[in-house]
């Protein structure tokens, strides 16, 4: 589906079912995927080590649990896409638009959130040690209790709730 | 089933449209306001929009409620007679629903108001403004607060954990993320 015959912010029809090996525990590790449309699909606890997601339209897109470590998701739409609880070590978000984004309890060294946009996002609870929100705009984000220690918030524009995170050696 | 979800203008409050593929029958959750997106959404699969459950009686949720009444023609149901001045057909805990082939089911979760409902069918539930992605919604006293979050740990977290929760306000989430990781349960 093109962007835009997008009707709704996120969708869940029949196209969304029409690739089989898409599914929640899916191993996509490696796999060059950018720019595609994986937009309302269900792909909870799935491999997507290394993956290439460049650009790619991920509005919606269940992906709690799953393992994106080291992927490559700069540029992509993230718009109320689930990632609860993933693993995010070493990925790259950087430029992504990442509005009203589910990141409770995930977990992740070393990600590049720099650019992106993190309004309404929800990353409470939320491991993110050494990572980088330089120029993010975290505008009504909420870090609640989230462990920040070490992450690079310069330049960010916007308020965020950081009541009880830790905020240990983070840079503002 | 079909499934869309609509970022309102109106205090970011969400609504979404559940429909049957087989029946297409379709309800709308949550009206906040009247967003032309409905009606694309429905003609794009098909669906006529018979019901429109509101889950609590806040402006934010049923401001449009009137108008898309009036634009679709179909039923109101709440946890109210009469709701935001549209008569409603009164839903209270364990009373079924069917959207075509799709069978819900009705638990009340009251605290933020004490008219607040959420619908449970296959795979997912939405839960207004009782639960959302990390948080709850806000009670005017401790004795409301302790109602709504009892009230989600009877209802809502004894779903598997993979149930889909779609909130009022925010993004969707799981039953088995809010257990695990939201703040005022853990």
Redesign the interface.
């Known amino acids: 589906m093109q962007e835009s015959d997008r ?8 196209e969304q079912r029409a690739h089989p090996e898409w599914q ?1 525990g899916a191993d996509l590790s490696g796999q060059q995927l950018d720019g595609l449309d994986l937009s ?1 699909m269900r792909l ?1 606890g799935a491999n997507l080590r290394g993956v290439h997601l460049q650009s790619a339209n991920l509005k ?1 897109t ?1 992906l ?2 799953a393992n994106l470590t080291g992927a490559n998701l700069a540029g992509a739409d993230l718009q ?3 990632l ?2 993933a693993i995010l070590d070493g990925a790259s978000f950087a430029g992504a638009n990442m509005h ?3 990141l ?2 995930a977990r992740g060294t070393r990600v590049d959130f720099s650019k992106a946009n993190l309004y ?3 990353p ?2 939320a491991v993110l040690h050494e990572c980088i929100f330089r120029q993010a705009n975290i505008q009504r984000a ?1 870090f ?2 989230a462990d920040l220690r070490g992450s690079d918030f310069t330049g960010a524009q916007g308020q965020a709730n950081f009541d ?1 995170a830790n905020k240990e050696g983070v840079r503002e | 089933m079909i499934f869309g979800h609509f970022l309102l203008g109106v205090n970011e409050a969400n609504a979404f449209i559940l429909g049957c593929e087989e029946t297409k029958e379709a309800w709308l959750i949550d009206a906040g306001e009247y967003d032309p997106r409905f009606g694309r959404f429905l003609d794009k699969y098909g669906l006529t929009l018979t019901g429109i459950l509101v889950t609590h009686g806040h402006w934010d949720h049923t401001d449009g409620l009137a108008e898309c009444v009036a634009a679709f023609k179909a039923k109101v149901y709440s946890n109210l007679d009469t709701m935001a001045g549209v008569a409603s057909t009164q839903l209270g805990h364990g009373d079924v629903i069917h959207i075509g082939r799709i069978e819900g089911h009705i638990v009340e979760t009251p605290g933020h108001t004490p008219d607040g409902i959420s619908l449970i069918v296959p795979g997912m539930v939405f839960t207004g403004d009782a639960l959302f992605n990390g948080s709850v919604g806000g009670t005017g006293t401790p004795a409301d607060h302790d109602r709504q979050l009892q009230a989600i740990r009877d209802h809502i977290f004894s779903l598997p954990v993979e149930t889909q929760v779609h909130v009022g306000h925010g993004p969707s989430t799981t039953v088995g993320i809010e257990k695990q990781y939201n703040p005022f349960f853990v």
């Open positions: 009707i709704a912010d996120v969708e869940q029809g029949p929640p309302g909870s919606g269940w709690d649990g109320f896409a689930v609860g609880g009203s984004v589910n409770v309890g309404y996002a929800r409470g609870n909420i609640r209790r009880r």
